[in-house]
């Protein structure tokens, strides 16, 4: 597979957070704030949202015209009010970690199904990066993943 590299260390590290996450004390998940002013609970929210956004790119890459143009959601602080909005703060903590996991899961299926003839699709991320190919978004994932769970691995600490 095009991206195995890429679907098997976020596997992989969905595999070992799940229950690192679902065995955190409350106040752990619900009162240390990072640089962002964000919970743990708040940090898997984003998570599930960015896993969820970067799914439908994905799908819509291979079949609207490129560039495609999707909104960024990550843009101008949207992130913070899909979060808000959302309440992570107040979901139930093993939902959140079922769908944390499955969201990501569910993503891995789609990448390991992307039409090759595909890649160079480019989105329009309306941000100072330009036009994204759909190559780089995939790449590009497991970085957004990374950062995330260090952030979560600082709170825990």
Same mark, same amino acid.
């Given at each position: 597979?095009?991206?195995?590299?890429?679907?098997e260390a976020i596997h992989h590290m969905v595999s *070992? %957070?799940? =229950? +690192? #996450?679902?065995?955190l004390p409350q106040t752990v998940i619900t009162e240390k704030q990072n640089s962002q002013n964000r919970t743990v609970k708040q940090i898997v929210g984003h998570m599930v949202d960015s896993a969820s956004n970067n799914t439908h790119r994905i799908i819509h890459?291979? @079949?609207q015209q490129s560039p495609l143009i999707?909104? &960024? @959601?990550?843009? =101008?602080? &949207? =992130?913070? /009010? %899909? *979060?808000n909005i959302q309440n992570y703060q107040n979901e139930d903590w093993s939902n959140l970690v079922q769908l944390w996991k499955y969201s990501h #899961?569910? %993503?891995?299926?789609v990448v390991n199904n992307v039409n090759a003839n595909k890649l160079d699709c480019e989105w329009i991320s309306g941000s100072e990066e330009g036009n994204i +190919? #759909? /190559?780089d978004m995939i790449t590009d994932f497991r970085r957004h993943f990374e950062l995330h769970i260090s952030q979560i691995e600082e #709170?825990? =600490?």
């Open positions: 597979m095009i991206f195995s590299s890429v679907t *070992i %957070w799940e =229950n +690192k #996450l679902i065995q890459m291979q @079949y999707f909104p &960024n @959601y990550a843009s =101008n602080g &949207n =992130n913070d /009010r %899909w *979060i #899961l569910h %993503w891995i299926h +190919k #759909l /190559r #709170l825990i =600490n």
